[in-house]
Each structure stands twice: as C-alpha cells, then as structure tokens.
C-alpha cells in the first residue's frame, strides 16, 4: 500500500557546449514512499557529451543519484 513510482526519460539539447551541459540524456528512476510524507528515491543519468570538434569534451558520463525528500505541513 505505499506509494511507487518508475520513470524514463530522454532530454537533448543544441549548440549549449559551452555551458558544459551534455548534447543528450537517457535517465531511468524509482522512487517509493517509505513513510507517510517521505519518499525515498534511485535514478540512473546517462549523458553523451558534445564532440571535442564542436566545443565540448567528448565524454560519456554515468550518474548514480539517491534522493530522500520529506513534506512539512
């Protein structure tokens, strides 16, 4: 009877190589609510850099993410 959620998502961008930010990203995540008003969560990034000829690094990073959030009344 708690509270589950599963999600995936994919988010892409152009021409923001300076601003360090990646050219796409898969993302996949689970959150449950582990007590009333706390939710306890995992999520996965997968992030493709832009090429080193178009102003970015080139790299392919993973990012491992927990997160716990509560609500105050």
Do not use: C
Not at 3 to 11: A, E, K
Not at 24 to 52: C, P, S
């Amino acid at each position: 009877g708690k509270s589950q959620n599963v999600y995936l998502g994919y988010q892409a961008s152009r021409e923001t190589a300076g601003l360090n930010l990646p050219k796409n990203r898969w993302l996949a995540g689970y959150g449950i609510d582990i007590v009333k008003d706390t939710m306890l969560g995992l999520e996965w990034d997968h992030d493709q850099q832009f090429a080193t000829g178009n102003g970015g690094q080139g790299n392919v990073t993973n990012l491992v993410s927990i997160r716990a959030a509560a609500k105050f009344s």
